[in-house]
């Protein structure tokens, strides 16, 4: 047999195959998530039911349980909840996406969740769906600057350990007014100004229509509407914070959701706590190697005029020698500037995200050290932290080991990395693999 | 060990088409081959905790996918006898080729998709068929050999 007749063979058989690309991913997580009732059909026999009963027995106590009950994050993995936004608040929307230097594609569309009156004031959630998130935003009074927003990853859904997960919890917002703190200054009564709401907001599996959350000792009802849950309450200086979220079920049954409470402060114990999942040893001592299509400045992804973005927010000590825009995973909205700087070529990284901002990290120890890893979440509220670094070339690919056993392979572009992960699935641990699929690099990251 | 969901739909993202169009020769036509693809990551999906790690996460997926194509689960996969009419895009392209392909045994027939359309590696398709490589690569080499005898008669007797 030649090696000709073989490229013959692929050439003509490779020009009778079929093209077309029908694949539809939302669909699998669709099939994924429903009762495996065809499935147990395809069992011939009686034996096979047997099997597939027993299958479906084991799913109910590992987790299934949940969806089967409650039904699962169909409404948000592949339907459209809630009703289209009305045509000013798509557009102000637009407007607003436009802006931001992370931002949606531009088709994005808004739907309308739930709409409350309380405290003087219109509170509006609406939610979206962008490649690989779920995304949140309210509006108080229609106002769309500084609208608190947060994103869920599509796999926290398809993973969730319980049919309610929360977006943000305890999140100042609404209009600003003067409180007194209890203390005085002289002889005058200290006054504080704060935003006069605080809301919690997430969403919800098919079929739930009760949220409670427990404030000192009480459980306050939230709306659910929509495949979505929120919870407006006064604000104070020194509030009460969520402690519980819960959720009940057909059988009555109170399931309780996992949340990372909002005041929840430093705590020394949780820097010394690792994850057991993920490798624990490193396979081989990679070689010493930098970043090749940054040091000969090849012009990947934006430079920071293409992408609008001030060249001030990357200015360091040193001279900026190179810079380029970023998004290391096209499914998701984060983009990532990275820059040469000083004459020994110090790699920055600054991640922009459209929902908490930016945050700016430098100092990595690249070519030494082949991994470099942030994580930062701007506000104790969030529920989900952003992960984000960069690789060297010894590295062609990451995965993350959550707490709860899960594990994720890390997108990874041009050698940045960005992904959004709930704060409970803490401690976890990023490895990094060689291309033959050695682990070279082990980061483990402590609980927020 | 277990696969991640990301591993999974990266290998769906990457890898949908091949699987459609292997799958349609032993399904019974694109549409079917299409449902078959996606119950098969649905599945892989819900019992990734159950890949052991001692192939490729692709071949375990083939598998899954043969079985439900099958609306069985056979001891021996290597019995699936490919539909040539549901294969191809347009046959009549190069009937040549998918007379000669007819001719082939069914077992060399369908390590002769996962090959060329699946693009598979010997390996992956001893996993994946439940057969050893060896065996991979002897069915290969004779499919090879009787295509390619196959096409020089037809041209040449043109």
């Known amino acids: 047999m030649t090696r000709q007749g073989d490229s013959l063979l692929a050439e003509r058989l490779s020009a009778l195959e079929d093209p077309r690309d029908d694949s539809n991913w939302e669909d699998v997580l669709r099939r994924a998530l429903e009762q495996p009732l065809d499935w147990r059909r395809r069992f011939r026999g009686r034996r096979a039911l047997l099997i597939a009963a027993v299958a479906a027995a084991l799913m109910l106590v590992v987790g299934f349980a949940l969806a089967a009950t409650l039904g699962g994050f169909s409404g948000w993995l592949s339907g459209k909840p809630g009703s289209p936004a009305s045509h000013t608040e798509q557009q102000a929307f637009q407007r607003a996406n436009a802006r931001s230097w992370a931002s949606f594609p531009s088709g994005t569309k808004l739907r309308r969740l739930i709409v409350t009156r309380a405290y003087g004031s219109t509170f509006q959630l609406f939610g979206f769906r962008s490649g690989d998130e779920i995304c949140l935003r309210l509006t108080v009074n229609g106002a769309n600057r500084g609208a608190p927003m947060s994103c869920i990853p599509r796999l926290e859904l398809s993973d969730a350990k319980a049919p309610v997960v929360a977006a943000l919890v305890d999140m100042p917002a609404g209009k600003v007014r003067s409180v007194l703190t209890g203390r005085r200054i002289g002889r005058r009564k200290q006054r504080v100004r704060v935003l006069s709401n605080l809301v919690s907001f997430g969403v919800t599996a098919d079929g739930v229509s009760n949220v409670e959350l427990r404030i000192s000792r009480r459980n306050e009802r939230a709306l659910v509407e929509n495949n979505a849950f929120l919870l407006v309450r006064p604000n104070a200086y020194s509030h009460k914070s969520v402690l519980q979220i819960s959720t009940i079920d057909s059988a009555g049954k109170r399931i309780v959701v996992p949340f990372t409470r909002s005041d929840r402060g430093f705590d020394p114990k949780l820097m010394r706590e690792k994850t057991r999942f993920g490798p624990t040893r490193i396979d081989r001592k990679p070689p010493r190697r930098a970043i090749a299509w940054l040091i000969i400045h090849e012009p990947r992804g934006l430079s920071l005029h293409q992408a609008g973005i001030p060249s001030r927010w990357i200015k360091g000590r040193h001279p900026v020698r190179f810079a380029r825009v970023l998004q290391p995973d096209p499914r998701n909205h984060v983009r990532v500037v990275i820059r040469l700087a000083g004459k020994h070529n110090a790699i920055c990284t600054l991640t922009i995200t459209a929902t908490r901002g930016r945050g700016f990290d430098c100092g990595w120890g690249l070519p030494d050290q082949p991994l470099g890893v942030s994580v930062r979440f701007n506000r104790s509220s969030e529920q989900s932290a952003l992960v984000s670094g960069v690789v060297s070339d010894a590295i062609s690919r990451i995965d993350l080991f959550l707490n709860d056993g899960e594990r994720w392979s890390v997108p990874l572009k041009d050698n940045v990395f960005a992904v959004f992960v709930p704060r409970t699935d803490f401690p976890a641990k990023l490895a990094g693999y060689d291309s033959q699929g050695k682990v070279v690099a082990i980061e483990d990251l402590i609980s927020l | ?158």
């Open chain 2, 1 to 158: 060990m277990g696969a991640s969901k990301h591993e999974i739909e990266d290998l769906y993202r990457r890898r949908y088409v091949a699987f459609r169009n292997v799958v349609a020769t032993v399904a019974g036509g694109r549409e079917q081959a299409r449902d078959v693809v996606q119950d098969a990551f649905a599945q892989a999906l819900r019992k990734r905790e159950t890949y052991r790690g001692d192939g490729t996460l692709e071949a375990w997926v083939w598998r899954i996918a043969f079985r439900i194509a099958l609306d069985a689960t056979p001891r021996d996969l290597a019995v699936i006898e490919p539909s040539l009419e549901q294969a191809f895009l347009e046959p009549e392209r190069d009937p040549e080729l998918v007379d000669a392909i007819r001719s082939l045994p069914p077992r060399r027939r369908l390590v002769v998709f996962l090959r060329y359309f699946g693009d598979l590696s010997y390996e992956e398709i001893s996993e994946a068929c439940g057969i050893s490589e060896g065996t991979v690569a002897a069915t290969l080499a004779k499919a090879r050999a009787d295509l390619l005898a196959a096409i020089d008669r037809e041209g040449a007797e043109r």
